[in-house]
């Protein structure tokens, strides 16, 4: 049995580590679209080419669509994994 001290100093402890761990998968995320924004933005600059965008996004219904060069690619298993990484890490 646990006095009720230490049952609140437990509740703040895993309080603070899912903030953390929140905030880690949120950062890394924001990373990873501020490193495609700024690659994007090199390769134009050193290519000199404005055909559009190199790099776009699409959450639009649902679905997850990324355009790399030109080429469409639908990932629509990755909301899975992300759904499962969440339910996971953030549990």
Not at 9 to 26: D, G, H, P, T, W
Not at 36 to 58: C, H, P, V, W, Y
């Given at each position: 049995?646990?006095?009720?001290?230490?049952?609140?100093k437990?509740?703040?402890?895993?309080?603070?580590?899912?903030?953390?761990?929140?905030?880690?998968v949120?950062?890394?995320?924001?990373?990873?679209?501020?490193?495609?924004i700024?690659?994007?933005?090199?390769?134009?600059?050193?290519?000199?080419?404005?055909?559009?965008?190199?790099f776009f996004?699409d959450?639009g219904?649902?679905?997850f669509?990324?355009?790399?060069?030109?080429?469409?690619?639908?990932?629509?298993?990755?909301?899975?994994?992300l759904?499962?990484?969440?339910?996971?890490?953030?549990?």
């Amino acid at each position: 049995m646990e006095t009720r001290m230490e049952r609140t100093k437990r509740r703040k402890k895993e309080k603070r580590k899912k903030f953390f761990r929140r905030f880690i998968v949120y950062a890394s995320i924001a990373l990873l679209f501020l490193g495609l924004i700024a690659t994007e933005k090199a390769i134009k600059d050193l290519s000199r080419e404005n055909t559009g965008k190199m790099f776009f996004i699409d959450l639009g219904n649902g679905e997850f669509n990324i355009q790399l060069f030109g080429k469409n690619y639908n990932l629509n298993y990755f909301k899975e994994v992300l759904n499962k990484i969440y339910k996971k890490v953030l549990k």
